[in-house]
């Protein structure tokens, strides 16, 4: 089974840089998501990490340590926008589990002006 | 706009009652997941349709099935609802050639069971 930890919420200031860590205790791995979502709308996929290291796309990273079972995300020069849930999924590595995503329960983020 | 599109996008009914979802995947995708997402829960998988044959299976409940067509498109169908089941359910799609593959979400489709 997988089991997935990441805060609750955090508070930010705009402009400001915000980490979300996400920890993870699987029993297989092929690959770890980030994805937004804005409150009652779909999650949007945000970056894809199965390497260890850091992966940079504009504004958000992602970094993995597959030995450590750790992610983060970073979001920098927030911007009022960024005020949503930041969802962290790992995907199974057992071939019978297809593709199936196992979500934490989300970190809500409040930009404050 | 990720291309997975869902109907309806709200839902009212009774307990005791049936309901059947909609979701059209991505074109060119083979794949078709559903996910349950309720305040308490989090966002949780249901089941996995490649090409018209089940794939993987999560916590879904007995009371629920669904199918994927020819055509692709795929529905969840929700029976004997209680009021547990009121939720947003989410439909996504992938290629699903690969393990390594990104999933693209639908808008939701909101159930109120009352």
């Known amino acids: 089974g997988q089991n997935i930890d990441q805060p609750t919420e955090m508070t930010a200031t705009e402009g400001a840089i915000v980490q979300i860590n996400c920890t993870y205790q699987?029993?297989?791995?092929?690959?770890l998501f980030w994805y937004q979502q804005h409150a009652g709308e779909a999650p949007t996929f945000l970056s894809y990490?199965?390497?260890?290291g850091l992966e940079e796309k504009g504004r958000f990273s992602s970094f993995l340590s597959r030995s450590k079972g750790y992610s983060y995300l970073l979001l920098k020069e927030l911007q009022m926008k960024d005020s949503a849930s930041y969802l962290c999924?790992?995907?199974?590595?057992?071939?019978?589990?297809?593709?199936?995503?196992?979500f934490g329960g989300g970190t809500r983020v409040l930009v404050k002006p | 706009d990720s291309g997975v599109t869902q109907t309806p996008k709200h839902l009212i009914t009774a307990t005791g009652q049936r309901v059947t979802l909609r979701c059209s995947p991505r074109s060119g995708d083979l794949s078709v997941y559903w996910y349950q997402q309720s305040l308490d829960q989090g966002l949780q998988f249901l089941i996995q349709y490649y090409n018209g044959e089940e794939r993987a299976k999560g916590n879904i409940l007995e009371r629920f099935s669904a199918q994927q067509f020819p055509d692709l498109h795929s529905e969840l169908n929700l029976s004997s609802l209680e009021l547990g089941d009121s939720a947003l359910y989410f439909c996504?799609?992938?290629?699903?050639?690969?393990?390594?593959?990104?999933?693209?979400f639908g808008p939701g489709t909101r159930l109120l069971v009352l």
């Open positions: 999924a790992v995907r199974d590595g057992i071939k019978a589990a297809g593709n199936k995503l196992t």
């Open positions: 699987t029993s297989g791995f092929n690959g």
């Open positions: 990490n199965v390497l260890d």
């Open positions: 996504a799609s992938s290629l699903g050639q690969l393990y390594q593959e990104t999933q693209y």
